[in-house]
């Protein structure tokens, strides 16, 4: 799998158009989230990576997960239903779709190397740009995966 990087404007084009590919009739192909809990889950993350959202994390996350760190931006696709932090967790609330949707392709329009925070992830600990925008893109593409686009 290649990671891309989210920096790139054709990037950033290219998993718009997946977005805007969403309905709110996708079904999806595991997980428990519908399309519009994820679209405000895919929220969360960018939000963490421009420092406008803190999560703290636990002391078992904070010592076990640096041992994964490298599996955020790496070429290896995530697997299937692994587990997601409870501050990430949506489904149990109701979501309008266009609204997350039109939340999250702003938050991915306007992803850069000036709106990255420069403090270490919550959790992960040091990130470089690369990370940051690899992560993030590798996320967004699980999770449209996740939804068929």
Do not use: C
């Not at 290649?2 to 009739?25: A, C, G």
């Not at 421009?50 to 490298?70: A, C, D, E, Q, S």
């Not at 991915?108 to 992830?121: A, G, L, N, Q």
Request: without cysteine; aromatic residues 8%; positive net charge.
């Amino acid at each position: 799998m290649e990671i891309k990087n989210l920096f790139n404007n054709s990037v950033k084009q290219e998993l718009i158009e997946r977005i805007n590919k969403l309905t709110p009739e996708t079904q999806r192909k595991w997980g428990k989230m519908n399309v519009a809990q994820m679209l405000a889950h895919l929220q969360m993350q960018i939000e963490v990576a421009y420092g406008t959202r803190i999560v703290k994390g636990n002391l078992l996350m904070k010592l076990l997960v640096p041992l994964f760190k490298k599996s955020l931006y790496n070429e290896k696709p995530w697997k299937n239903g692994l587990p997601t932090e409870k501050t990430f967790i949506t489904t149990g609330e109701s979501k309008d779709f266009e609204t997350e949707k039109t939340k999250l392709l702003g938050l991915v329009e306007k992803f850069s190397e000036s709106t990255i925070r420069d403090t270490p992830h919550p959790v992960f600990g040091k990130m470089t740009m690369e990370q940051w925008s690899h992560a993030t893109w590798k996320h967004i593409d699980h999770h449209l995966r996740q939804f068929g686009v």
